[in-house]
């Protein structure tokens, strides 16, 4: 867990860091500032071009097209293209690979501190490859982490978690304890509920939760205002939970055209994977291997549901209504390497890259419901801002070639400075 005597230690590690590839402003820090920007994606599917972006207090003030010369301690970005934070709804930024190169389980002898380190450096690498904004569900340790990174103690993406997770065993299974699990998750300061409702792909993905169930967990997550992301990976169990008004279903390996057609009909937010998990497990083996479902027949099985994961990202992308949002279920290994899965997305999977982006930016925040605050470029967002080497919208491949980042208008990656006088 990260704990608080750790936190000036990382503190300390994100100053080094910030250090080595951030230029220290000497505009004054309430101050207006300019981005100024060859082309913009504004994160809808709009793109702008010669764009002065002003930021002020955190967030996003004007956008005006650039004339003139660049006000003092303004950032040029010359002909890079620029786009709001990146958003995955999926991630678990609690795994990772310890010492012994084996995904790390509680029990392994890993100290807090260890495990503090780790989580802190895949919030991080996360952050640096362009992601802003995540929602990493499962963990009970993201609570603290999600909390340094919100009060400046380390670098890292906006974090919204659920702090653990139910399923059809939970306190024995009747909707009473279900509904009960919900308002302990509310209580603990959960942003989201997260709901299993079928077995793992390793198992064969059937539904585990019954109807009565689901209507129990996700109706008392509505009720307390929270949102219900439901793991379900056949065609019945992703029915059930768009039945039962739960607010998002991930992974759907399975899911059909008529699931799809319901989640159209009831509006529920889709996220399915492509790649970058399953080839993430599948080419290194060893690090998991011997862990519950890892070995050789689940190996088996993610190796046949990646082309059913390809197929389903198209058929979804090509469905009118559903909700498509951008999520990669990053485990140990996978953090920082999030834009490999709209890669996989674009070139495997068949969906439109500027329609990969918005699934990414402005409409994963919408799931987030945090649509008014995130993965938009305009007057009053938050000034979350990314740059890239190239043009996603063309080339989804630089969405791998991210070289500046910033959040909430503070500067953490910024690769070639170039800053107006009255900056350095």
Not at 265 to 289: A, M, S
Not at 364 to 381: D, F, N, T, W
């Amino acid at each position: 867990m990260l704990t608080v005597r750790f936190l000036p230690l990382l503190a300390g590690l994100a100053s080094t860091l910030s250090a080595q590839s951030v230029p220290a402003p000497t505009v004054a820090p309430n101050a207006p500032r300019v981005l100024r920007a060859a082309r913009v994606l504004d994160g809808t599917g709009r793109v702008l071009v010669r764009q002065d972006i002003v930021l002020q207090g955190g967030r996003i003030t004007a956008i005006k097209p650039s004339v003139g010369p660049l006000p003092a301690g303004g950032i040029d970005l010359g002909d890079r293209t620029v786009l709001p934070g990146l958003i995955d709804t999926h991630v678990h930024l609690g795994w990772y690979i310890n010492s012994q190169d084996k995904m790390h389980t509680d029990g392994d002898g890993d100290a807090p501190g260890v495990s503090a380190l780790a989580h802190a450096a895949n919030a991080w690498a996360t952050l640096r490859a362009g992601f802003t904004t995540v929602q990493s569900i499962g963990e009970a340790d993201n609570a603290p982490l999600r909390d340094a990174i919100t009060r400046g103690h380390i670098p890292g993406p906006r974090v919204l978690t659920s702090l653990g997770s139910l399923n059809e065993r939970t306190r024995g299974g009747s909707p009473d304890s279900l509904r009960a699990a919900v308002r302990r998750f509310k209580q603990m300061g959960a942003d989201v509920i997260k709901i299993f409702a079928s077995k793992s792909i390793r198992d064969g993905g059937e539904a585990t939760m019954t109807p009565e169930q689901l209507q129990a967990a996700c109706g008392e997550s509505t009720a307390l205002g929270l949102r219900s992301v439901v793991h379900a990976h056949s065609a019945e169990s992703a029915q059930r939970a768009a039945r039962a008004g739960c607010t998002q279903v991930e992974h759907g390996v399975f899911a059909d055209d008529t699931t799809l057609a319901l989640f159209a009909e009831r509006g529920t937010w889709f996220d399915p994977q492509c790649g970058l998990v399953f080839r993430n497990y599948l080419d290194h083996k060893p690090w998991f291997d011997g862990i519950g479902n890892y070995n050789a027949v689940g190996f088996a099985a993610m190796e046949k549901a990646i082309p059913l994961a390809e197929a389903g990202i198209g058929r979804a992308a090509r469905t009118k209504g559903v909700k498509l949002v951008f999520g990669t279920d990053a485990v140990a290994g996978a953090h920082g390497r999030n834009a490999e899965e709209l890669v996989c997305r674009v070139r495997r999977g068949g969906q439109p890259a500027s329609d990969a982006i918005v699934s990414a930016t402005s409409r994963a925040a919408e799931s987030l419901q945090l649509g008014k605050e995130v993965g938009r470029i305009a007057p009053g967002y938050m000034a979350d801002i990314i740059a890239t080497a190239g043009d996603p919208s063309q080339e989804i491949e630089a969405s791998l070639r991210v070289n500046f980042v910033m959040r909430s208008g503070v500067v953490y990656r910024f690769d070639g400075h170039s800053i107006a006088a009255g900056g350095r």
